[in-house]
């Protein structure tokens, strides 16, 4: 690792989903405005304000569409300028990724990890799917590239009602999201080495599966989302369960959490945005600082570094 760390503090990363405002509506009504770079120019610029005055690294995960608008481009190099990572996050946000074929599953991933390695000039170590979810073609193709993790998996049996939940939000809308796999309910919870069932690499080339960090035992998610829908209290209880099972945090936030009250009906269905500007903007520092108080916050290529020499 590049720097040395607290031993008496557990490890944590914090990662940012970049759902761009077409990607959110596209939840709730069958195509969007792709066009839309709110997320962009008004969420990121105050998530960077805010990472950068508690000193805390990050990692944005981003969807290779966006990258095709120079406005979300420059955004996406001044990620990196100011010393975060980028990883991939599929090309085009598809609800019906899980359902794709393996060879459009394949091209939704090598399509946006060119165009965001082209636009950042950055290597991309990592991936998160849309909707949670990850399978043996999606991980043989994540090797091939030479990514260093995966971390897709949500591991809570909740998923499902979190689908009905988007369902009811949008009117009764059906977009073919799905989320997760029920056999990844009860998965571990610990970052933990994933191979193909048919591909039996050298150790060296197993990609690390981060899991999104879910409360201990009873498996209740408590990312952002779930904070601003619950209170404070959800992510002070996780956080201590966490720390008590002496497992990492791997918090996500998302970028609509940092994105002022918007005046689009159909992204102001997102449950995030039923929370004013005001208060998302305090529930995030807060969660922010708690973290980097209480746990020893690194980037995701360190993390990945510190946990493939602890378990080999």
Known sequence: MNRELDKKRPLAVVHIDVDSSWAISEHFIPSADRSDCSMYTQAIPRFLAMLDKHQVPATFFCIGEDARRSEQAHIMREIVTQGHEIANHTMNHRNNFSQLSSLDKRDEIIESDTILKDVTQAEIFGFRSSGYYVDDSIIEVLQELGYLYDSSKLPT???????????????????????????????????????????????????????????????????????????????????????????????????????PDTNNTTVKKHPTLKVDFTKRYQIVEYVMKHIQHNFDIVKTHSFVDYYKRTLL
Do not use: C
Not at 172 to 193: A, C, I, M, T, V
Not at 223 to 235: I, K, N, Q
């Open 157 to 259: 049996p909740a998923l499902p009602f979190m689908a009905m939940a988007l369902y009811i939000l949008s009117g009764g809308f059906r977009s073919r999201k799905r989320l997760g796999r029920l056999k990844d309910s009860w998965s571990n919870q610990y970052p933990h080495f994933v191979t193909p069932n048919h591909i039996h690499p050298n150790i060296e080339s197993k990609l690390l599966e981060i899991p999104v960090s879910v409360m201990p035992i009873i498996r209740f998610p408590f990312h952002s989302t779930m904070v601003f829908l619950f209170g404070r209290w959800l992510f002070a209880l996780g956080a201590q369960l966490i720390r008590g099972f002496r497992l990492p945090l791997v918090y996500l936030f998302h970028s609509v959490d940092l994105l």
